[in-house]
Nanobody, 115 residues
Framework: QVQLVESGGGLVQPGGSLRLSCVASGFTFSTYVMGWYRQAPGKEREFVAVISWDGDIQNYADSVKGRFTVARDNAKNTVYLQLNSLKPEDTAVYFC????????WGQGTQVTVSS
């Protein structure tokens, strides 16, 4: 069955960095677009970044453009999200999304930005 498993979240000070990973299984990872989303407390889930099947095309939400970078390693069935220059407003649970029909979500990983 399709599984997406995120990791790499944690507590970081403002201005710090984290790298999130999402390992996929149960589908042909290298043929699907993969995305990252986040949900802050009391807010709706929002788009963060997306990457094409071959990694050549990325798109970002305006709020993270220039600070976050999405990448993938198809040999490892893994998509990454590098988070730099973190701000308190980046605090959220981060989810990856993808697979057939773009219908699958991971369980999420918590990112907390606080001094």
């Amino acid at each position: 069955q399709v599984q997406l498993v995120e990791s790499g979240g944690g507590l970081v000070q403002p201005g710090g960095s984290l790298r999130l990973s999402c390992v996929a299984s149960g589908f042909t990872f290298s043929t699907y677009v993969m995305g990252w989303y986040r949900q802050a407390p009391g807010k709706e889930r929002e788009f963060v970044a997306v990457i094409s099947w071959d990694g050549d095309i990325q798109n970002y939400a305006d709020s993270v453009k220039g600070r976050f970078t999405v990448a993938r390693d198809n040999a490892k069935n893994t998509v990454y999200l590098q988070l730099n220059s973190l701000k308190p407003e980046d605090t959220a649970v981060y989810f990856c999304r993808g697979g057939p029909g773009n219908a699958y979500w991971g369980q999420g990983t918590q990112v907390t930005v606080s001094s």
